[in-house]
Structure formats: structure tokens, C-alpha cells
């Protein structure tokens, strides 16, 4: 089992910055691939970054390419999501989710255990 929690969420303006942090307790953190997600209401959860359990592999959905940079430290049991250049369309709750096994995917059924998540408004 895996607990995790995100934390970092808030208002911001367009072109800002955000952290997200995804904190893990509970089994050995550095077995999982680690996912980052995000859903607004109406719509499905959709895939933002993913990262391999070792760090060193990651993965990017096409809208968040460039501006979002995902990363991890086995030795915290946490993995983060640094969101630059926020744009209104970013608007979301962000949610962590942890995948037994090597790899990250973007299909959100691969995942097992998943944060509450933490929303993000970027607005004027």
C-alpha cells in the first residue's frame, strides 16, 4: 500500500509559476513509476508527466512540453512538478499517482494508488 498527498496547489496569474510536491508513504517509494495528472469538471483525467522509478526516464504530454518539468528524490519519497509559463487552460486538480513498475505511461489505468489531489487556478 501507498499513501500519497500532494501539496503546492493555489491561485496563480497567467505566465506564472507553480511547484507541486507529492509526498509517499508506506512501501518502498523507489519501486514505483510516478504519474502526474489533472481533471477539470465535465472532463477526464488526463495525463501531464510521468517519471521511471529510478528518475531517469520521463514522458510529457504535448500541452505542457517545454513549460512543466517533472522530477523525483527516492530519498524524500517525493516527486514534484514544476509548471512555468501557466496558462488559464492549466486550471485543474493535479493528482499523483504511483504505478508498480520500471516505466511511466500515460494511460491512468495503470495506476494503483493515487493522491487526492491539489488544485491549480491560474487566473487574472
Do not use: H
Request: hydrophobic fraction near 25%; proline fraction near 2%.
Amino acid at each position: 500500500q501507498v499513501q500519497l498527498e500532494e501539496s503546492g496547489g493555489g491561485l496563480v496569474q497567467p505566465g506564472g509559476s507553480l511547484r507541486l510536491s507529492c509526498t509517499a508513504s508506506g512501501r518502498t517509494f523507489s519501486s514505483y513509476a510516478m504519474g502526474w495528472f489533472r481533471q477539470t469538471p465535465g472532463k477526464e483525467r488526463e495525463f501531464v508527466a510521468g517519471i521511471s522509478k529510478s528518475g531517469g526516464s520521463t514522458n510529457y504530454a504535448d500541452s505542457v512540453k517545454g513549460r512543466f518539468t517533472i522530477s523525483r528524490d527516492n530519498a524524500k519519497n517525493t516527486v514534484s512538478l514544476q509548471m512555468n509559463s501557466l496558462k488559464p487552460e492549466d486550471t485543474a486538480v493535479y493528482s499523483c499517482a504511483a504505478r508498480s513498475a520500471t516505466f511511466s505511461t500515460s494511460r491512468k489505468s495503470e495506476y494503483s494508488y493515487w493522491g487526492q489531489g491539489t488544485q491549480v487556478t491560474v487566473s487574472s
